[in-house]
């Protein structure tokens, strides 16, 4: 597996705009996967192949991958949305806790 | 509904070994591939081992590789994972995983089980 490195945190206000980065050298080669972890539940998965939203998710969750970096962008973060984040390219990143308050 | 549901953990001594299996429901278990990830306490997700759809491609993590098997029965639609010579290192929640795709190369995983939980301690 690759080595890939997020942010151990980020924070942010009710509102406003929450972005996770997730930097690896296989990124260009390999699609980004990118995982909610709340506590004591298992993963969800909000992103996948770089910048794809599942069913069910909500339209502020966004992604988007650029060279060895990818990046999941929540506009309007709620406070629903305070979480674990992992992206996934052959590997996961080493995650990122997001605190909305 | 793609449904996942892990059985098999439980508390076992150093050295000793479980089996871990996933019964898989609501989608086609022979056209993806399959995966197991796991959380140590207190740490971010580990990937262990994932198999692709046919079963012919196999991946482990170097942290368990020798030690840990992965296999698939197509017929019960269940996935494997043997764990033999455990250490403490090994005590976490093991997720099974269903994949995007028939191969695990450049893909990721979807749909998660709720997971079981491995301690190893004397």
């Known amino acids: 597996s690759y080595e890939l490195t997020q942010p151990p945190s980020v924070s942010v206000s009710p509102g406003q705009t929450a972005r996770i980065t997730c930097s690896g050298d296989?990124?260009?080669?390999?699609?980004a996967y990118w995982y909610q972890q709340k506590s004591g539940q298992a993963p969800v998965l909000v992103i996948y192949?770089?910048?794809k939203r599942p069913s069910g998710i909500p339209e502020r969750f966004s992604g988007s991958s650029s060279e060895t970096m990818a990046t999941l962008t929540i506009s309007g973060a709620q406070v629903e949305d305070e979480a674990d984040y992992y992206c996934f390219s052959s590997g996961f990143g080493t995650g990122t806790k997001v605190t909305v308050l | 509904e793609v449904h996942l549901v892990e059985s098999g953990g439980g508390l076992v001594q150093p050295g000793g070994s479980l089996r871990l299996s996933c019964a898989a429901s609501?989608?086609?278990?022979?056209?993806?591939?399959m995966s197991w990830v796991r959380q140590a306490p207190g740490k971010g997700l580990e990937w262990v081992s994932a198999i692709s759809a046919s079963g012919g491609s196999i991946f482990y993590a170097d942290s368990v590789k020798g030690r840990f098997t992965i296999s698939r029965d197509y017929s019960k639609n269940t996935l494997y994972l043997q764990m033999n010579s455990l250490t403490v290192d090994d005590t976490a929640v093991h997720y099974c995983?269903?994949?995007?795709?028939?191969?695990?190369?450049?893909?990721?995983?979807?749909?998660w089980g709720q997971g079981t939980t491995v301690t190893v301690s004397s």
């Open positions: 192949e770089d910048s």
């Open positions: 296989a990124l260009p080669k390999k699609y």
């Open positions: 995983a269903k994949g995007t795709a028939r191969s695990f190369s450049s893909y990721g995983m979807d749909v």
């Open positions: 609501g989608f086609d278990f022979s056209i993806y591939a």
